[in-house]
């Protein structure tokens, strides 16, 4: 008797467990996606796919083992994440490379923009080299 108590309270403390980190993932991954929402970055949008990926895999598995509320509202708390999950790696897959990038003036060595037409500091004229 005293064993079966024991085995049930590690495993409800296992699945409070998961679903702390659950949360977590998710929490993170949202403050992530507030501080990156303007980057132009791969990189962000595979780090926001991993927190939800991750948080999708936990709360799957808290979904499968507890009895944590009711089965709809566990089953969008773990949809949710992966929805955004694989919307963020569409998203990283699908973006395009930024056009234009930094370069030096060949007279005064200022940095300009590669799609400018002269320098602003020199005005000398910049061949475009596309």
Same mark, same amino acid.
């Given at each position: 008797?005293?064993?079966?108590?024991? @085995? $049930?309270? *590690?495993? +409800? #403390?296992?699945?409070?467990? *998961?679903?702390?980190?659950?949360?977590?993932?998710?929490?993170? $991954?949202?403050?992530?996606?507030? $501080?990156? #929402?303007?980057?132009?970055?791969?990189? =962000?949008?595979?780090?926001?796919?991993?927190?939800?990926?991750?948080? @999708?895999?936990?709360?799957?598995?808290?979904?499968?083992? =507890?009895?944590?509320?009711?089965? +709809?509202?566990?089953? *969008?708390?773990?949809?949710?994440?992966?929805?955004?999950?694989? @919307? +963020?790696?569409? +998203?990283?897959?699908?973006? !395009?490379?930024? @056009? $234009?990038?930094?370069? !030096?003036?060949?007279?005064?060595?200022?940095?300009? =923009?590669?799609?400018?037409? =002269?320098?602003?500091?020199?005005?000398? !004229?910049?061949?475009?080299?596309?």
């Amino acid at each position: 008797m005293v064993l079966g108590l024991c @085995t $049930a309270f *590690i495993v +409800f #403390r296992l699945e409070a467990i *998961i679903f702390l980190l659950f949360n977590i993932c998710v929490l993170v $991954a949202g403050l992530i996606n507030l $501080a990156t #929402r303007n980057s132009e970055r791969k990189s =962000s949008f595979i780090t926001l796919s991993c927190f939800y990926g991750i948080g @999708t895999i936990l709360g799957f598995y808290t979904f499968m083992q =507890s009895s944590f509320g009711t089965m +709809f509202s566990q089953s *969008i708390g773990v949809l949710v994440p992966l929805v955004f999950s694989i @919307t +963020f790696i569409i +998203f990283a897959v699908k973006q !395009k490379k930024p @056009t $234009a990038y930094l370069t !030096k003036c060949p007279l005064c060595n200022h940095d300009i =923009s590669s799609e400018t037409k =002269s320098c602003p500091n020199c005005g000398n !004229k910049i061949a475009n080299t596309r």
